[in-house]
């Protein structure tokens, strides 16, 4: 139990002395450094301390805590109040005061009466959410000593304000431990909102307009996800008088499929599934660290987090089939929506919605198989798809942009970290990679219950081909000619943390029968009382795919990149027109340069138009999700 | 674990493996050289010999390596081996989808091939191949998923050896497949990326500055293929050899006839029709069977 609570204070502390110390004192980074490396070995220990044990339940005398996370709250909820009433944000006002009335009125009413055994559990999937937050959420803050210098020099009318952006990312890790290890679902709650009002100040850190206008628009959905998620327990308590997670599942399910139902849409809101998936992209203001964190390892994945929690409720009802295709939507259209985009960032936020609405499918599935994937998916999704947003974070400022079409002949500019990103976009859907195991199994799952879904994901698979391809193209092609390097200006904090996620990409993949049998299968063992039998073979034709690329493709770089060979070099075809490499001689004896563009198939796949087809079926889907639960 | 080991290390497999490396590329030529006669007739020509494709290839390999830059070469390396691989699975009977996970992966090499020189022509062929691999790719996954909702299996080994008749029940399946075939196989009217016939275009594509010994390399893995996605083909009709067989050898005769009769189309076309008959024949197909059984 120590650790679990060292693991929820421990970085509160580290934000706490953040705030406090001095910017510029020199001891600041190494005790930075020194947090980080606490924060990953901690749920390391943890794992192997607990790896022959079940879940554990932990009490905790909590009036006391009660009280003050109590207080906490309405200081929270006052600020955001006196905030949102300044910048004449209204629905956010009365949001925040509708839920506010809901918590309060609920403590006072009911609270005394609460009666809650265990506060604290920690099981196989808490640790795995614990190494994902705690290794690569700290991996994320490390990235952020070198970037943020780097991000105030470039945009020096922003409000150097460093040290709260510390606060709140070490806020952040905090209550995300709070959120995996709260089996008391007041708790949960709390922490919740905590990591609802972190991402608002974090998204608005700029504070400009547009920043101000995302962080807005990602707090009223969350804290639309917040109130429905107080009606949820306030009526869970009202009709069993329950208060704890590992008990939700025990009650009728009649009077426990309404309260799960609510905390699902909370958790949908949270991962930006449809209709709320404008809040995730609108995010991409905020400096890279940020979005790092709220892709990866935090914020999202505490919504599928959540949802997988109370999936068992909704076993093989109407709700969870509704749950299933809202997943499934969110999954297809966000995948063609990608491919229209140029933008860097928002190809990443729009796969991130992707594969969360897959995660969420395989919440409403709701099989061993089904969760088996889900498990892989949030492991290998929050690996790569870190790397490759703190990839374009870079990139962002050595080009000064962060559009694909500007990242021609990336592989020539920044060797180095095109290297990596590659890496990580091969993670992102390759083969024997962890993003297409998992898929590979998902489509299993599926295929057994729900044809439907089976087919969504041909389809989605098909697309999500297409925009991780033709960025692969864009940024390994390579012109004639010199161009300049300009990787040594990316500072060693950044390097590293790239470099411990890249490695990271790859040993999850080779890793993963181990994580597989000690980790997720004893979980499975929990919840289903069998795992899903995994067909050795293929296990072994993937590792001989995995061995493979790691053996021939260094090896074959290295033959094709440094031992010369004397073959005849010419110039690229140009129509016959050529005067040198890069430029042709065009009508009436013009220079014409050659541009290469990618398509975006505007037309089919554009934003708007599928988005709001996807917000149309998903709230269908969710008005029908809660009809069924009510009734 | 153990029955799996002896498997893998039971001279069988192993020789079906070694057996596909050398003998698909003698098939794959053979019916490469079939196709540029049948194509000739049809046109009215003689056409070449039939070992035509093999004298070519040879010859490329005596050619002197023409590149423009470094890493061209490697890509379409890896496309043959990953290819080649691919194809291994499909015969020593493995995992369908893992087979097509693998021949995308194979797929993407090829692509990227094109990508990294860096040259025009390339790049639209590349752009191109990656519509036609979008437009393929959910028909061949449902393919494998209405072979496993009838014979209970992904395993190819399973499959083929089911005395099911697999095409009464996914009669849609197949026609999906036959459509994309026409893709997979680079034949009109959806050879966009590059024709299959070398003499149809001036300037080929995703091949343009490959030469020389790796265009060989790209016609050879192109014969692999080829014979893989025919293996495919045979799958439906796996409950009787001889039948099998002849289908086969039919379809593909129907694919030149296609082949002969088209033109090509633009790639809206291409991508809009192939999504649609994917939906039309193959998704309709699969959600019968899933509410029959």
């Known amino acids: 139990m120590n650790a679990l609570i060292f693991l929820i204070l421990f970085p509160l502390f580290i934000s706490l002395l953040a705030l406090l110390l001095p910017k510029d004192m020199p001891g600041r980074k190494i005790i930075g450094t020194f947090a980080n490396i606490v924060l990953c070995a901690v749920p390391i220990y943890l794992l192997f301390a607990t790896l022959e044990q079940g879940p554990a339940y932990f009490r905790l005398e909590s009036d006391v805590i009660n009280i003050g996370m109590l207080v906490i709250e309405v200081l929270i909820a006052a600020w955001v109040i006196y905030y949102s009433v300044r910048s004449k944000r209204y629905l956010t006002v009365l949001l925040m005061a509708v839920q506010l009335i809901t918590m309060v009125g609920f403590e006072f009413s009911a609270g005394h009466s609460i009666q809650v055994e265990h506060s604290l559990f920690m099981d196989k999937f808490s640790i795995i959410m614990a190494l994902i937050i705690g290794i690569i959420g700290s991996a994320i803050c490390l990235y952020g000593f070198g970037y943020m210098p780097e991000y105030h020099n470039h945009h020096p009318e922003v409000k150097d304000r460093r040290k709260f952006f510390a606060f709140l990312m070490y806020l952040f890790l905090s209550a995300m431990f709070g959120i995996i290890f709260s089996n008391n679902i007041m708790w949960l709650y709390f922490f919740w909102e905590i990591t609802t009002i972190c991402s608002f100040v974090l998204i608005g850190y700029r504070d400009d307009k547009a920043s101000r206008d995302s962080a807005f628009r990602a707090l009223n959905m969350n804290l ?186 990336l592989i020539m500019r920044l060797p ?6 590659m890496i990580g976009m091969a993670g992102m859907f390759l083969a024997p990679f962890g993003m297409i195991i998992s898929k590979f199994i998902t489509l299993k799952a599926f295929v057994n219950s729900n044809p439907a879904m089976a087919i969504i994901l041909a389809y989605g698979s098909a697309a999500t081909v297409f925009f991780w391809t033709k960025w692969m193209g864009k940024i390994m092609s390579i012109r004639h000619g010199e161009a300049e390097v300009m990787e040594h200006k990316v500072s060693n904090w950044e390097w590293t943390t790239l470099g411990i996620l890249a490695v990271a990409t790859v040993a999850v993949c080779l890793a993963f029968p181990l994580m597989s049998f000690y980790v997720i299968d004893p ?87 599928l988005s709001n087809i996807g917000i149309f079926v998903s709230l269908t889907l969710i008005f029908i999700m809660f009809g069924v639960a009510a009734i | 674990m153990n029955t799996i080991q002896q498997m893998i290390l039971s001279w069988g497999m192993l020789g079906k493996a070694v057996a596909f490396v050398l003998l698909a590329p003698l098939v794959g030529g053979l019916l490469s050289g079939i196709d540029r006669r049948l194509s000739a007739r049809f046109q009215g020509r003689y056409g070449p ?55 995308a992966l194979a797929g993407t090499f090829f692509v990227l091939g094109g990508f990294c020189v860096g040259s025009p022509y390339n790049h639209l062929g590349a752009e191109r191949e990656i519509i036609q691999m979008a437009a393929y790719e959910p028909m061949v ?3 494998a998923i209405g072979m496993y909702q009838v014979t209970g299996s992904f395993k190819v080994a399973v499959i083929a050896q089911s005395q099911t008749p697999l095409i009464l029940y996914l009669p849609g399946v197949f026609a999906g497949f036959l459509f994309i075939l026409t893709i997979k196989l680079r034949k009109s009217p959806f050879d966009l990326s590059m024709s299959h016939h070398a003499h149809q275009e001036i300037v080929r594509g995703l091949t343009t500055e490959f030469s020389g010994p790796t265009l060989a390399l790209i016609e050879i893995a192109h014969w692999y293929e080829t014979v893989l996605v025919l293996g495919i083909v045979y799958l439906f009709f796996g409950f009787n050899v001889w039948l099998a067989l002849l289908v086969t050898l039919a379809t593909f005769i129907f694919e030149i006839f296609i082949d002969m009769n088209y033109a090509r189309f633009r790639w809206q076309l291409t991508f809009g029709s192939s999504w649609l008959f994917t939906a039309v024949a193959g998704v309709s197909n699969i959600i019968v069977l899933g509410l029959v059984k």
């Open chain 1, 224 to 409: 639309i996800g917040g109130v429905v998620f107080s009606f949820g327990i306030v009526y869970l308590f009202i009709s069993s008088g329950t208060m704890e997670l590992d008990k939700l599942l025990r009650v009728d399910r009649g009077l426990a499929l309404l309260p799960a139902v609510c905390f699902a849409f909370a958790g949908l809101a949270k991962s930006a599934q449809f209709p709320f998936s404008s809040w995730l992209t609108g995010a991409m203001v905020a400096p890279t660290p940020v979005s790092a964190l709220l892709h990866s390892s935090t914020m999202v994945k505490a919504g599928v987090y959540l949802i997988l929690r109370v999936a068992p409720v909704m076993e093989n009802t109407v709700a969870a089939k509704m749950l299933t295709l809202i997943g499934g939507v969110s999954f297809i259209v966000t995948a063609l929506i990608a491919i229209s985009q140029s933008n860097a960032k928002r190809v990443l936020a729009y796969s991130t919605i992707s594969n969360l609405g897959l995660i969420v499918a395989c919440a409403g599935v709701n099989t061993e198989a089904a969760i088996w994937s889900a498990l892989l998916l949030i492991i290998f999704h929050a690996v790569a798809k870190s790397l490759l947003f703190l990839c374009v974070g870079i990139i962002e400022y050595k080009l000064g942009s962060r559009d694909i079409e500007d990242m021609d002949f």
């Open chain 1, 416 to 421: 180095k970290l095109t290297a990596v990103m």
């Open chain 1, 523 to 609: 979980y499975l063992r929990e919840m289903f009382n069998r795992v899903p039998v995994v067909d050795t073979f293929n296990v072994l034709i993937i590792f001989i795919i995995m061995l493979g690329l790691l053996i021939i493709l260094p090896l074959g770089l290295l033959y094709y990149a440094f031992i010369n060979k004397d073959y005849k070099r010419v110039g690229t075809y140009l129509g016959g027109g050529n005067i040198d490499n890069i430029t042709f001689e065009g009508a009436m004896a013009s220079t014409q340069p050659i541009q290469l563009r990618n398509y975006y198939l505007q037309k089919y796949f554009g934003e708007e138009r």
């Open chain 2, 49 to 103: 010999p039939v070992l035509q494709p093999f004298y070519d290839v040879f010859k490329l390999f005596e050619k002197e390596r023409i590149i423009v830059n470094k890493f061209q070469d490697f890509n379409i390396l890896l496309f043959l081996v990953f290819t080649i691989f691919s194809g291994v699975l499909f015969f020593i009977g493995a995992d369908l989808l893992l087979m097509i996970f693998s021949l």
């Open chain 2, 141 to 143: 996954i449902l393919t």
